[in-house]
């Protein structure tokens, strides 16, 4: 081939084209391949061929057809029009395929990743004469009611402002300032463009020592997640990881949810868009769709552009991050971008590592968790991008590669556990197998902003169920019977806080989400009732007797009796379960 | 394209490789002669000029030098029309009933388009099976894939044949309804079984059955269930019908895939199947659903048998990660007689939770389900320290939770193969067994929900 940006199709397989003729090709290029154009990516280059992943569907593909170099690597738009969208894993938004090409999706339809016709009202920040660095922010556009989506000048790009436009109605496209970087001027528009696979620079790293509360018990008492953490959901098939990263999306006190449905169901994302604009975000009033963007690349849709979905995702949160928001990602499920991985890989016949991954598969996971973090951006502003990857282990069982390697980048692990889903108990998050690295760092939080005996009542709570745990064993074995009453009332405690503190019900108006400070109340309760059944039990008072008074029933039903916005009925609980047992005494000590 | 090659360059299993092809196109249709017998292939392999292809009728009593091979220039089309209903078909969708030809209205790709999300309906209306295990606990939702996982010898076939009869699709009369069964590797007895049932149900002219038996090529299971699929989709969006998908029985069809994997000597991941078993089996599965705008729908009931009745199997594991939930049949069960045999603790309907209360069965339904599952797990633990201590030595809570475990499966789990429950019954049932447990135990239910149910209705005391 004498043009120098072309080569022809060798060979087909799958998703995976060979390429001849042409050896100028760049490693992770994008390229267009064949009559169509089909949107595809350089994944190897060797002296004769190169190795093109193509992010659509190749059936009629043919040897001889071209393979057009762009010169840039895979890049996604970042600009206003983000949030509130569903794109697939390349950014192209999927509301606009529906109109062309209706309820499937065809291929070959290359369009614009953002709506470049709407007018954005545009409120501008840099005047003429200003110097300017990256990331400083230069206009503002009210994306959403709740989004005020900045203005930024891209990484790498630095100068005096020449000129600027006034505030008004402006597209994507238009320039609104030029900057002047020696010679070059720089004009800069509503977008910026960047290349997923290289993370966004930031000033530097800040400690994670804010928590990302999530309104869900277990999470934000016994394993918290900072802001700026990253954490793994794993689980067998229907133990909850979706139905958490769901809960997580719309009650996390993030400012902004990118979701990432990564091969996995159709009706998942279907459901997300259904929900998500209905429900109200509790701290601003305003729909949950509001602060989400979508990225929906199903199982049934091409594998490869699966596996650039994770790294479109984590692009788009470090965007918004460096706007100063706190971001959270849910990567649901990351086991099906490991296997779209490995299917590549396989296609290229590499040398396979562990059940046919490839040997790079750690290297690929540390490099995506280690792009969360809490940062100070260069415009001195403090943003977090905070990663929840969901882990589909095969058969169930930890110790595959991919929970295995996972678990060494994330410092956050909620094991999710058949017996406990099948038993109903959600979420089922096991207590025991689960653990959260940041409980130290976000100690003095809780202390300060929920209570100061926070860590302590929670310690408290481990306990009583680190006992249970080993009590049951007993349990087991011979029958609760005959256990003396001290422990009887450690397993009826337990059963309290199991039903009425960690289970908690997703469908359910109040507890599907609860303030950290009804939490804090909510184990004091079950605590305070403890120690003082504690006493009378050791005073000979049969634990039958308070089992029968209906104190534990209550204790677990504080989280439907308790509104989450009036707390004052817990002090009329405590005083009605303290006279209860006082009662009990003195009925005793007759 | 009539230029025809000749002969062959390699065999293996039951791909062939053609060399010298000019102008080839992936996953396009090839023509392969041996003497006088035609046989169909597809291309899934190009390097060059050679082409690697899958031969759906086998490779059996192919050489290097005997074949002539013909492009033909498209992909594997299904030909489709309303005459489809009421037909039988070979496992690529040719006529074998002798009823001859059909005229096709249009023909699609097999492998269809992936349905775009934002087109998709969330799925909300149930299904009546007349079933009590599937309608109070797994219930089943028009546009759901819900498989059935089964074992060797378990009646998995009885209960499709039963939902068939028994499910209430429509809202309406059943005129709007069609099934499309598929079977891939079954024995000529058991899709006769089928056919006869649905013959006698009434039914036959509304089914359109797809059959690749056990002795029939292996290959050939690739394209059935894509075929079928195809067809469903006709049915479901282009003509507005509710289908309902039978597929059986996918673990045939995961072996047949593995082997063709294992003949182009890709790497294997678990158990031998190929790495992309997952993608392979979503691209089936995820064609389940309803549109925005259509007024059809595409229910699938795939059915796989478990090797060893192993759970974590890739199959069923894989499988279950697709679904919107399983129905777990259990050889214990079938062992104690129980009919259907279905363990309700891993089965799971993920649709259910939307389908069901108030507005759309009965407004107790979600709690019902809720407790009954939390106490028939609580009897999985009483029968365990039954087994040691001796059930006698149980305390009497316990004792009421073996008699409530041993109720629960004779009379709500137990049903007649031709007895078709209301949904109405089925959870009034519920209630009555729930009634044998003291109230205290009931710690799913709110005490409202428990003045309205549990109390025994003075009206109806007799009954007891
Ligand atoms: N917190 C909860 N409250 C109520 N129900 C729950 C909760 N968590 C999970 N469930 C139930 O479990 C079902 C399965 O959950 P989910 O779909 O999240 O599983 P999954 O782990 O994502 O499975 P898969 O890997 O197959 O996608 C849900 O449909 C729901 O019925
Ligand atoms: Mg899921």
Redo the contacts with the bound molecule.
Sequence with gaps: MENSSHGTIYGINGPVIKVRGNHAFQMYEMVLVGHDRLIGEVIRVFETETIVQVYENTTGLKPGEPVISTGKPLTVKLGPGIIGNVFDGIERPLERIAEKTGIFIKRGSIMDNLDRNKLWHVRMLARPGDYVNQGEFIAEVKETESVIHKIMVPPGIKGEVIEAVGDGEYNIDQTIVKVRDGKTIHNLSLVQEWPVREPRPYYHRLPLNIPLITGQRIIDTLFPMAKGGAAAIP??????????QH?LAKWANADIIVYVGCG??GNEITEVLEDFPKLVDPRTGRPLMERTVLIGNTSNMPVAAREASIYTGITLAEYYRDMGYDVAIMA??TSRWAEALREISGRLEEMPAEEGFPAYLPSRLSEFYERAGRVENFNKTEGSVSIIG?V?PQGGDFSEPVTQNTKRFVRCFWA?DKAL?YTRH???INWTNSYSEYSQELSEWYSVNAHPEFMDKKAKISRILQEEEKLLDIVKLIGSDILPDEQKLVLETARAIRQGFLQ????HEQDTYVPIKKQYLMMDSILRFYEKAVKLVSIGVPVSVIRKSGAFEELIRIKYNIPNDDFSAFEDLNGRLEKILEEIEAEYKK | MNVEYMGLKEISGPLVVIDGVKDASYEEMVEITVGRNKRLGRIIEIYGEMCVVQVFEGTRGISLENTRSRLLGKPLKMPLSMELLGRVLDGIGRPVDGLGEIFPEKSRDINGEPLNPVMREYPRNFIQTGISSIDGLITLIRGQKLPVFSGSGLPHNQLAVQIVRQAKITDAGNENFAVVFAAMGVKHDVAEYFRQSFQKSGVLDRVVMFRNLANDPVVERIVTPRCALTVAEYLAYDKGMHVLVILTDMTAYAEALREISSSKGEIPSRKGYPGYLYSDLASIYERAGMVKGCKGSITQIPILTMPNDDITHPIPDLT???TEGQIVLDKNFALKGIYPPINVLPS?S?LM?DGIGEGYTREDHPHVANQLFASYAKVQEVRALASVIGEEELSPVDKLYMNFGREFENRFIAQDFRENRSIEDTLDLGWELLRLLPKEELDRLSPDIIDKYYTVPESKKGDF
């Design positions: 689980g067998g098939f229907g133990t909850g990881k979706t139905l958490t809960q996995e169901r649901d499920s969901a589909s999710l889903a959600y979420p089922a908690q019900n997703a469908y | 279950g990660y697709i799971l993920r939770k």
